[in-house]
């Protein structure tokens, strides 16, 4: 038998093992792997958002604007939360998530901003944007 990878996923890990019943065993790992599709089908959504919030990033550096945008934010929360109200997710998780990832895309947009206007000063570009 060949070693599994180093970075491998072995969906059977777990702390539990020999512990349990060999059927609860069988159900857990059920479950857990639906647990693994959506983690994945969760980076891949990430991903995405990730690849349209860099375009918005790009277009905010070129036409010099602010990085963020507090009266969208509020909009994409109080949506959010109703979602997560329908969809019996607390809201409260809801925001707190969307918060982390907008955060995150803040961080972005300014680093985006700051290697646009080094750039822009390297080639001696006026920095309108325009
Ligand atoms: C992506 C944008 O930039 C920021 C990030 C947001 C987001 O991740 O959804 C929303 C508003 C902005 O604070 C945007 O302005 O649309």
Do not use: C, W
């Not at 059977?12 to 959506?38: C, F, H, K, T, W």
């Not at 509020?74 to 809801?94: C, N, W, Y």
């Amino acid at each position: 038998m060949t070693e599994p990878h180093a970075d491998s996923f072995d969906p059977s890990a777990s702390s539990l093992s020999g512990q349990v019943a060999p059927e609860v065993m069988e159900e857990l790992l059920s479950v857990r792997g639906s647990i693994d599709n959506i983690d994945a089908t969760l980076v891949y959504l990430l991903a995405e958002r990730f690849k349209a919030t860099q375009r918005v990033g790009y277009l905010k550096a070129r036409y010099k604007l602010p990085a963020a945008d507090p009266d969208r934010e509020v909009a994409q929360i109080a949506r959010l939360r109703r979602l997560a109200e329908e969809a019996h997710l607390d809201p409260a998780f809801a925001e707190k998530f969307l918060n982390f990832i907008i955060s995150e895309v803040i961080r972005h947009h300014q680093a985006i901003a700051e290697n646009h206007e080094a750039e822009s000063e390297q080639v001696g570009e006026p920095t309108s944007g325009r």
